[in-house]
């Protein structure tokens, strides 16, 4: 079975400051994707960023990176000078093996509070 | 190109009461997935859908629940006999394909059973 984890259940950062994310994932599927999702206060589940595991290079979307360590099975969210509407709960997502990639495993996520 | 369309946004049942949660993809999307989020937990699988079909409901509980995605109109989640522990929010996504395509989620429905 796939599994998600994401050890951080809170986390806090000073707004413009920059903060990381963990998340670490088992599977034995070589090629596959990993995605993740934020969930503000208003409850929608938005995609933030996905990564191919067969590409060397870590995705970037302005200020949100990932750091894809495909060996360690490790995939972190990097958010670069953080902004009030950043707080959110952050999922990391990973697709099912073989022919159910389709079922997104969620981790249990990783609160993030932005202060002022 | 609007987004993944939930309706209700919040419903409120009584127990044993029947719910029905409706999701439109959206446009060219024509695989339905559905999840649900526990309290204080991630989102979980449930059942996923092409048109007209049931392709996998592995997640979903095999009484009380079941989903439909017609020809035409939008797909359908639907709980009857609704009891307290159904409570939770009900997230739809669509993709244009399955397997490596990205899911986008709907804004969820947020069910409450009294």
């Known amino acids: 079975a796939q599994t998600v984890t994401q050890s951080q259940p809170e986390m806090s950062v000073q707004e413009a400051e920059t903060v990381t994310l963990s998340c670490t994932y088992d599977t034995s599927e070589n090629n596959y994707y990993l995605f993740w999702y934020k969930q503000p206060p208003s409850r929608q589940m938005i995609l933030v960023i996905r990564q191919e595991a067969y590409k060397q290079q870590n995705a970037t979307e302005n200020r949100f990176s990932v750091n894809f360590q495909k060996a360690a099975k490790s995939f972190s969210l990097k958010i670069s000078d953080s902004q009030l509407g950043d707080t959110a709960m952050y999922f990391c997502a990973f697709p099912g093996s073989g022919g159910s990639n389709y079922k997104l495993t969620f981790g249990k996520g990783t609160l993030l509070t932005v202060n002022p | 190109n609007a987004g993944v369309m939930q309706n209700p946004r919040h419903l409120v049942r009584r127990r044993g009461q029947e719910a029905r949660l409706r999701c439109s993809p959206m446009?060219?999307?024509?695989?339905v997935y559905w999840y649900r989020q526990l309290p204080e937990e991630g989102l979980k699988f449930m059942v996923y859908l092409q048109k007209e079909n049931i392709i996998d409901e592995s997640g979903m509980p095999k009484e009380r629940f079941s989903a439909e995605f017609p020809k035409e109109g939008p797909s359908i989640l639907r709980i009857q006999q609704v009891v307290r522990g159904d409570s939770a929010a009900y997230f739809c996504?669509?993709?244009?394909?399955?397997?490596?395509?990205?899911?986008?989620f709907g804004p969820g429905t947020r069910l409450l059973v009294l």
């Open positions: 446009k060219g999307h024509s695989h």
């Open positions: 996504a669509s993709s244009p394909r399955t397997g490596e395509e990205t899911q986008y």
